[in-house]
């Protein structure tokens, strides 16, 4: 007996989740043994020697056998930390953002970025997936600055305008350039 | 690369009986709302071009329409557990994940 339904007729659903870009590789699950060379099991989905105990029951092979989702993953899968949360800029090219600076970082499903750049606000267009990230199409409003907070800004938008990937260790994201070079340091709000 | 639909927008498909080897579907995108088909056999899912009304939208109605919008195009396959449906591209990375409405 199948279990599972080989037909979608008729049911309804809602969605839950949503990729943000079809390129993405999934994150987070790494094989229980290390050093196998295999990535995450649901990148794999074909791969028939993977690591990992995998139940495999027989008859549903064709649909999900071979796709089980990571244990720790609640329902709605790994979410991506960098559209979890807004961050704020506490470095620049290595120098420290002053505190009364406002300057913001807020990525949304729609590939899209916005922000206060410590006086006016930006937006942009942002084209990521696990590693790498390239900012374009920014924009700001053009309200007139402070001389300090002026500065940090045409550094913040330069620093964004050249980011190739960012790498988010707990609550800490740094964005680097082509080179590697660290662009920005952030830190999640609140 | 996933996130929760925002706060207060709904998105959601729907399967109907098949016309001519062809699924109908409907549905919402989280602002407009669509019908259209879909050719399925078990694991597989294509969506077929789709008739949407016209709203304007704006905010996370709208960036959620284009996301959603985004997924039909790039669905190959698909799997199903219980309630839960698992959109994903001919990669087979997921994108988008659906729950059976009660």
Redesign the interface.
Known sequence: MIR???????????????????????QVYVPPQGGTGIGPQ?????TPDKAGPTPVETGDA???GS?KEPPAAG??????PL??SDWIVTELSGAPVPDSINMTLSF???R?IAGISGCNRYSGAAD???ETLRITALVSTGVNCPAKSGTLERDFLHALGDSASYRIDGPALQIMGRDGQVLAKLRTAG | MHRPLPAGVTAALAFHQPADGAEQISGSTGCNRFTGTANSKPGELHFGVLALTRMACVGAHQSTENAVLDVFQQTAAYTRSGPSLTLRDAGGNILARLQRAS
Do not use: H, N, Q, W
């Open positions: 599972l339904p080989s037909k979608l007729v008729p049911a309804a659903f809602s969605f839950l989740a949503l990729a943000l870009a079809a390129c993405a590789t999934p649901d990148r794999a989905p074909t064709a649909s999900d796709e329902p709605e899968g790994p979410l991506v559209l979890d949304y499903i729609d899209t990521m997936d696990y």
